[in-house]
């Protein structure tokens, strides 16, 4: 099994910025890809970033120039660094990752718990 977690959500006003954090951990051989989504109160869960084995990066098109994600120092991690939020940013963020348990086994994807990012205007 794998387990995702997130942390760094919070308060912060219009025009400041939060750094959150996805950490994987379980049997995990490679990790295919990791993304960032989120989910407004009444809304669907939407994509926010992704980012590939290879470092490529794809953003949404409310967040791009705003957001950047990359992978963390520590293995098996990434971050989103959300700069200039504004009130629409307000949601669960969660992060998934696509994850290879063993050279033998097919990729499988898992989700992480969430975590509340609030923006105040």
């Known amino acids: 099994q794998v387990q995702l977690r997130e942390s760094g959500g919070g308060l912060v006003q219009a025009g400041g910025s939060l750094r959150l954090s996805c950490a994987a951990s379980g049997r995990i051989f490679s990790i295919d890809s990791w993304g960032w989504y989120r989910q407004a109160p009444g809304k669907q869960r939407e994509l926010v970033a992704t980012?590939?084995?290879?470092?490529?990066?794809n953003y949404a098109s409310s967040v791009q120039d705003r957001f950047t994600m990359a992978r963390g120092n520590a293995a098996n991690t990434v971050y989103l660094q959300m700069n200039s939020l504004k009130p629409e940013d307000t949601a669960v963020y969660y992060c998934?990752?696509?994850?290879?348990?063993?050279?033998?086994?097919?990729?499988?994807?898992?989700w992480g718990q969430g975590t509340q990012v609030t923006v105040s205007s």
């Open positions: 980012i590939a084995s290879g470092g490529s990066t």
């Open positions: 998934s990752a696509t994850v290879r348990e063993s050279p033998s086994r097919a990729s499988k994807g898992y």
